[in-house]
């Protein structure tokens, strides 16, 4: 694949606008759009709930139907269209239905005559196949069937390929049978993490918006460090790293929480590039930032086949660094341009708003509970929800009531409902959903709660447009790696490589990420890569989680890297900047996120992993605390060296020195160590010196 050049990647930016964050227009053909999102989300909630119990291959094929209905006619309406084209949109949209429909009819006799498929199945196949290619291309440009296509056409002439590169060879029915029907395509495993896990958490987080969680996020954080020197950064930081914990798109936390940090760094005093690369630093952190991650952590857990909680203590310390390292830049950039915190008058209260909406919490918490005590993700996020789903439509009634014994009353009752799906199941949260419902008909602002529930329900569904057809599409890559073994020829290549020089190998698998991460969500490009690499890596003696988070570290930081950079592309209408001048203060901001994943490679610890040298030298817990250190003097002397500011203006030479402190440490040799630790004795005292000269 050929990536973009760097003035094609500016004018995509210059007209970078993302159709569907519009929301459903105002017309005839909008309101039918809009009420097929909200059926779209109830049927996903009930067969997750197991309100209707559905066989899984069912399911697959039509959360892809429902995409295809929804995604075409939405996206030529939002763009405005020709009529002839919004008319071709509802054509293809009708034929993704009759696809869905087709493997739901024919669900046994497909089953029965799997690997033998009759021409009409040939005929759907490639119908399918056709539709996915045409939805990813429509929504995300042509980044994603590109790849994809070069992998299908690899399993239709691969064997026309010299050695080690050819394969046996399978005809076009095989091919088709393969991705178009069974788990193992478009149906295969990203659809069905799509189908369960990805849609339900991204309703949660549309859920929690709606509630008021954002604000609630907002007023914590400008309480907590608005009055600080850099406040507005620092709360820019804060905040989207917490929505980052229920939202499943990095991309999508730009565009909504950056509507409020972004201007209000600018009018702080921040240049509009670095304003807009901290938010679009921040909110691409909170896919590694548990407990949700972006619903990678569910997926990694079950392709590992490891405890959630394995993930999370994997994930925690890469995390805090990561936004500690965050917080320090925009420290010292406010420092070097003298920029002060916000008055008091400015500022909210956060013991107040917590007071206020120390509720919305509670489902967040639960469902925190509930992962750590063994439930299944989709158990926990469909319980998650059902509460969110009670705190809304409860807050509506109890304030119907009189104040006092009553209302506590009515609170009481409602959270021993919420407990009681522990011993009765998920059944008799949907009961109380319900009851709440019809309870909110008759309630002063009940119908404007209604209301706001059923726009949830249609926002959670078109947000998860992108990342589901992304996933079915990558589907084509999984089956052709499947069915061909071109994973393992990757991975020997990498193997090869790594077996002469492990950096090499991890440069290699780190560039892999990159590029595939331009253009596909994190998700997908994750699910693609670690199949790819992982177990290259595991062969080359990382540990598993360690692998697969080195692959998914950089699938994140994809969003953040020129020329594509799709975080900063979003941030860029806001800041009103260049989307690579964005991009570049991105990668500065975010480069503890560049050497994290190779420090935990070299040293398992950092990662609360067994196993590395340093580990079995000095034993686990000094090596926890050693990587640990190591990575906060690198990511401080880091800062200091870009922004050119620690105190006073740094000369050079000075950031030099301290570039080279903390390239040393970032390396894993005793040596290497024993240099970095030296070198920053000696750029602490020059600082303490400069420090002393300076005059009060």
């Known amino acids: 694949m050929t990536t973009p050049s760097p003035a094609a990647a500016e004018a995509a930016n210059a007209t970078f606008h993302d159709p569907l964050a519009e929301g459903f227009p105002p017309s005839v053909q909008g309101r039918l759009l809009f009420w097929i999102a909200v059926v779209f989300s109830a049927f996903q909630i009930a067969t997750a709930a197991h309100l209707i119990d559905m066989p899984s291959q069912v399911v697959r094929a039509v959360h892809v139907g429902f995409l295809m209905l929804l995604g075409f006619p939405l996206l030529a309406l939002a763009k405005g269209a020709a009529p002839s084209i919004r008319l071709l949109a509802w054509g293809l949209a009708a034929a993704g239905v009759a696809v869905a429909f087709y493997q739901w009819w024919e669900y046994v006799p497909l089953l029965m005559r799997a690997g033998d498929p009759l021409p009409r199945d040939i005929a759907f196949g490639t119908l399918a196949i056709a539709l996915t290619f045409a939805a990813a291309w429509a929504m995300m440009g042509p980044a994603l069937p590109l790849i994809a296509g070069m992998f299908l056409a690899y399993c239709l002439f691969g064997q026309h390929l010299p050695a080690p590169l050819d394969h046996r060879g399978y005809d076009y029915a095989q091919v088709i049978d393969h991705m178009g029907f069974g788990t193992e395509g478009i149906y295969g495993v990203p659809t069905y993490v799509s189908s369960s896990y990805i849609f339900l958490f991204i309703l949660f987080g549309a859920f929690l918006e709606k509630a008021g969680m954002i604000k609630l996020f907002t007023d914590v954080s400008l309480g907590l460090v608005g009055h600080r020197m850099g406040g507005a950064a620092k709360v820019a930081v804060l905040s989207s790293g917490l929505m980052g914990t229920i939202s499943g798109s990095g991309v999508a936390n730009v565009v909504t929480t950056g509507q409020f940090t972004i201007p209000l760094m600018k009018r702080f005093g921040y240049r ?142 409602l959270g021993l409902i919420a407990a009681a799906f522990l011993k009765f199941g998920i059944h008799i949260v949907a009961l109380a959903v319900a009851a709440l419902v019809v309870a909110n008909i008759f309630v002063a602002g ?146 503890a996120g560049f050497v994290i994943p190779f420090m935990a490679v070299y040293t398992p610890a950092l990662m609360l992993q067994d196993g590395g040298p340093l580990a079995s030298e000095i034993g686990y817990i000094p090596a926890v605390a050693y990587i640990v250190l190591k990575a906060v003097l690198a990511i401080g002397l880091w800062g200091a060296a870009v922004i050119g500011w620690l105190g006073h203006r740094l000369a050079v030479w000075e950031r030099v020195l301290a570039m080279v402190a903390a390239a040393a440490l970032i390396a894993a040799l005793p040596a290497s160590d024993l240099a970095g630790f030296v070198l920053c004795a000696a750029f602490a005292a020059l600082m303490w010196r400069a420090r002393g000269a300076r005059p009060a």
């Open 446 to 591: 009940g119908r404007k709660t209604l209301a706001d529930v059923r726009d949830a329900l249609a926002d959670g569904a078109r947000t998860a447009l992108p990342v589901g057809i992304a996933c079915a599409l990558v589907g084509i890559i999984i089956g052709t790696m499947t069915l061909t073994g071109a994973a393992n020829t990757f991975g020997q290549f990498i193997v090869g490589v790594g077996e002469k020089s492990l950096f090499l190998s991890l440069i290699l698998t780190m560039i892999t990420c990159i590029v595939l991460g331009m253009g596909i969500p994190t998700i997908p490009n994750y699910i693609i890569t670690s199949s790819i690499a992982g177990p290259a890596l595991l062969e080359l003696g990382v540990p598993l989680i360690v692998s697969h988070m080195f692959v998914f570290y950089f699938g994140i930081l994809a969003d953040l890297t020129p020329p594509v950079a799709l975080a900063c592309f979003a941030a860029a209408p806001i800041a009103k900047e260049r989307g690579l001048t964005i991009s570049l203060n991105a990668v500065k901001i975010a480069a």
């Open 272 to 413: 509009p590039a670095f304003a807009g690369g901290v938010e679009a630093t921040a909110s691409m952190g909170g896919q590694i930032m548990p407990p949700v991650m972006g619903a990678v952590a569910f997926i990694m857990a079950e392709t590992l086949g490891v405890e959630y909680v394995e993930v999370v203590k994997a994930a925690l310390i890469p995390a805090i660094l990561y936004f500690a390292a965050a917080f320090w830049m925009v420290h010292l950039e406010a420092g070097r341009m003298n920029l002060r915190g916000l008055t008091a008058a400015e500022l909210p209260s956060p013991r107040k708003a917590l007071r206020e909406g120390w509720h919305l919490i509670l489902p967040l918490a639960v469902l925190v509970w509930l992962l750590f005590s063994g439930y299944t993700p989709l158990f926990a996020g469909t319980v998650g929800l059902g509460l969110t789903v009670m705190l809304i439509l409860g807050a509506s009634v109890a304030l119907g009531l009189p104040a006092g014994t009553i209302r506590y009353i009515f609170w009481i009752g």
